[in-house]
C-alpha cells in the first residue's frame, strides 16, 4: 500500500515538475538581472568566471552573509561539543606505513592545490568554499593517519578571524571609496583573463578560502579530539 | 596523425577497462574482490583514459601527467586503508577463497607478541 501510495505520488511530483520546467524559455532570450550578468558581467567585473563575478561581487552582501552563517554553525558545533562526553565506540587502531607515508606526501599537495583553487577563483571553476574545503581535507587526512598531529587551535582561529575581517574591510573600502559596499571599483580591474584581474574579487575570495579553510580544519580537529577511548 | 591514434587508442583501452571495473563492480562476490575492480581497474583505465586525452591534445600533456600523478598517488593508497579496515572489522572472504596472507601475517604477529612477553 505504501509502495503504491510512493509510486502515485512520485507520478504526481513528476507530471507538475515536467509542467512547471515545460513553461521555462530555456535557451531563449534572457531578461531582467541575467541578461545583465551574462552580457555585461566580464566588461564590469573583468572575470573570466562569471560564476564568480556574481557570487563575490553582484551578490557579495549574499556571501558575506553565508560566510556568517558558516562560522555561526562551526562556533555552536565548536561549543556543543566541547559540553558532550563522547564515547568512541570502538578501538581507535593504527594507520599502515603505506597511508601514514602517502600522507605526508599529500598533505603539502593537497594543501597547495587548495591555494590553486582560491587563487584562481577568478579564472577559472571553483573559489574560496572549494578550496578551503580541500585544505580542510588535507588536514582531516593527516588527522586520521597521525594519532600525534594537532593542529594549533588558536592559530587556526586567529587566521579565520583576521580572512573574516579582510572581507568586511574591503566591503567597507568599497563604500568609503568606490560608492557602495563591496564596490569593484577601488583599484584597478586589469586586463581579463589575468591572474591579476577583476579588481577586489581575487583579494575577497583569498580571504573566504582563509577563512573556510581555517573554520573546517578546527571543525574536524574538535570532532577527532573531543571524543575520547572509554 | 601518429600521436592523434595513439592517443585515441589509449582512450579506448582506458574506456574498456572502466567498463570491466563497471561490471566487476555487479559481478564481484566480496568486498575484496569489488574493491579490486573498483580501484586496480579503475586506476588504469583512468590513466590511460587521461593520458590518451593529453597525447591527443599536446598542449594539455603536462596538466593530465600531473592529474595522473595525482591518481598514482591516491588511489591505490585508498584502496589499501578499505581494504585493511574492512578486513580488521571482520568482513568475511567470499565462499571458495583459498588464501588470507593479512589473517595469516597477523596471526603470526599475534604469537611473536606472545612469545615475546
Not at chain 1, 562556533?75 to 564515547?87: G, I, K, N, V
Not at chain 1, 592545490?113 to 579564472?123: D, P, R, S, T, V
Not at chain 2, 585508498?78 to 581494504?83: P, T
Not at chain 2, 572489522?89 to 612477553?117: C, Q, T
Request: net charge positive.
Amino acid at each position: 500500500m505504501r509502495k503504491w501510495l510512493a509510486v502515485i505520488f512520485l507520478i504526481l511530483l513528476g507530471f507538475f515538475m515536467a509542467k512547471i520546467t515545460s513553461s521555462f524559455p530555456f535557451g531563449k532570450e534572457k531578461w531582467g538581472v541575467s541578461k545583465h550578468y551574462v552580457d555585461r558581467g566580464i566588461e564590469e567585473n573583468r572575470g573570466s568566471n562569471l560564476v564568480t563575478s556574481i557570487v563575490v561581487n553582484y551578490r557579495g552582501f549574499d556571501t558575506l552573509g553565508e560566510v556568517t552563517v558558516l562560522f555561526l554553525a562551526a562556533t555552536a558545533l565548536a561549543f556543543l561539543l566541547s559540553t558532550c562526553r563522547c564515547r568512541r565506540r570502538y578501538e581507535r587502531r593504527e594507520a599502515s606505513l603505506i597511508v601514514k607515508t602517502a600522507s605526508e606526501t599529500l598533505y603539502p599537495l593537497l594543501i597547495l592545490f587548495g591555494a590553486y583553487i582560491f587563487i584562481h577563483g577568478h579564472l577559472t571553476p571553483g573559489g574560496g568554499f572549494q578550496g578551503g574545503t580541500v585544505i580542510a581535507s588535507a588536514v582531516m587526512l593527516m588527522l586520521l593517519a597521525h594519532f600525534t598531529f594537532h593542529p594549533n587551535h588558536r592559530a587556526l582561529s586567529t587566521v579565520e578571524g583576521l580572512a573574516g575581517i579582510t572581507f568586511v574591510l574591503i566591503g567597507f573600502a568599497g563604500l568609503i571609496w568606490g560608492g557602495s559596499f563591496l564596490a569593484n571599483n577601488i583599484i584597478p580591474l586589469g586586463q581579463w583573463n589575468r591572474l591579476f584581474s577583476a579588481g577586489v574579487i581575487p583579494l575577497i575570495y583569498v580571504a573566504v578560502g582563509f577563512k573556510v579553510g581555517s573554520e573546517l580544519s578546527g571543525l574536524i580537529t574538535d570532532m577527532i579530539n573531543t571524543t575520547k577511548e572509554e | 596523425m601518429v600521436y592523434r591514434a595513439l592517443g585515441e587508442f589509449l582512450i579506448l583501452v582506458g574506456s574498456l577497462f572502466l567498463f570491466l571495473a563497471g561490471i566487476g563492480l555487479l559481478r564481484m562476490p566480496d568486498v575484496y574482490n569489488r574493491m579490486q575492480t573498483g580501484t586496480k581497474a579503475t586506476t588504469l583505465g583512468a590513466l590511460s583514459l587521461i593520458m590518451g586525452v593529453g597525447i591527443y591534445h599536446p598542449q594539455w600533456f603536462f596538466k593530465t601527467a600531473i592529474i595522473s600523478l595525482f591518481i598514482l598517488l591516491t588511489n591505490p593508497v585508498s584502496s589499501h586503508a578499505l581494504a585493511r579496515a574492512s578486513h580488521n572489522k571482520g568482513i568475511p572472504l567470499a565462499k571458495g577463497s583459498v588464501l588470507d596472507r593479512y589473517a595469516e601475517d597477523k596471526e603470526r604477529g599475534l604469537k611473536e607478541a606472545e612469545n615475546d612477553s
